[in-house]
């Protein structure tokens, strides 16, 4: 399997839930973003992991959890959402700077 | 502050007609420019890619964009739309030696009439 895979597809969850999302990339990439893309809104930049270390948090709510166990693998754990966090998360990987990313075809996800 | 700015929400061009998407940009100097496509429920797909050297850059399914510095733009062109080109077109930044954060257009959104 080549690329950016993300699962699952779509999530349905409570606000009492706990959940984790996953993306798996094959290309030999060293660095993983999760992003968020809402309806009506730019794509916002959740988190990035460079060499598996997390490089940046813009400021995102406590209650999205990353984890970057190696460069193959990040996951998104969920806790305690709001229906507001409902949204499409994408995942993407990259190479050297400016390479540009190679996107996952994102987690849909809708909060009850 | 740096911006990408896609003036244009909605197009709608008849098939096989030709195409522009607008795309501004305010950076301090030339950053990494980007083109991405996003079809229903699916993620992004890298159209092309601007670094450095030739303006005109040529991407894939038959598009092209063209950098001018003067304008601060990357503009997506197609001389021929086809109706799978309906979808949502971003254009996206990256600063040189900024690592690789890239900062998204708000998209435009095409639709392609038969």
């Known amino acids: 399997e080549t690329g950016v895979t993300q699962t699952p597809r779509h999530l349905v969850m409570g606000m009492t839930n706990k959940k984790s999302l996953k993306c798996e990339q094959h290309?030999?990439?060293?660095?993983m973003y999760w992003y968020k893309q809402s309806a009506k809104k730019p794509l916002e930049l959740m988190f990035v992991?460079?060499?598996?270390?997390?490089?940046e948090n813009n400021s995102v709510p406590s209650r999205f959890s990353p984890e970057c166990p190696n460069s193959s693998h990040l996951f998104l754990h969920l806790h305690t959402l709001q229906p507001e966090d409902s949204a499409l998360y994408l995942c993407?990987?990259?190479?050297?700077?400016?390479?540009?990313?190679?996107f996952g075809s994102g987690t849909r996800l809708t909060v009850v | 502050a740096q911006s990408v700015t896609q003036p244009d929400i909605h197009i709608t061009v008849s098939e096989g007609a030709s195409l522009e998407l607008r795309c501004n940009y305010s950076?301090?100097?030339?950053?990494?420019l980007f083109w991405y496509v996003q079809s229903p429920g699916q993620g992004l797909q890298l159209l092309l890619k601007?670094?450095?050297?030739?303006?005109l850059v040529q991407g894939i399914k038959g598009f092209e964009a063209e950098f001018k510095r003067s304008q601060s733009s990357f503009n997506l062109r197609k001389p021929s739309v086809h109706w799978s080109d309906a979808a949502e077109y971003f254009c996206?930044?990256?600063?040189?030696?900024?690592?690789?954060?890239?900062?998204f257009g708000t998209g435009t959104q095409l639709k392609v009439e038969l």
């Open positions: 993407a990987s990259s190479q050297a700077t400016g390479a540009g990313y190679t």
């Open positions: 290309l030999g990439h060293n660095a």
């Open positions: 992991y460079s060499l598996e270390e997390r490089v």
């Open positions: 950076y301090g100097a030339t950053p990494y």
């Open positions: 601007y670094f450095s050297g030739d303006t």
């Open positions: 996206a930044v990256a600063e040189r030696g900024g690592g690789n954060k890239l900062t």
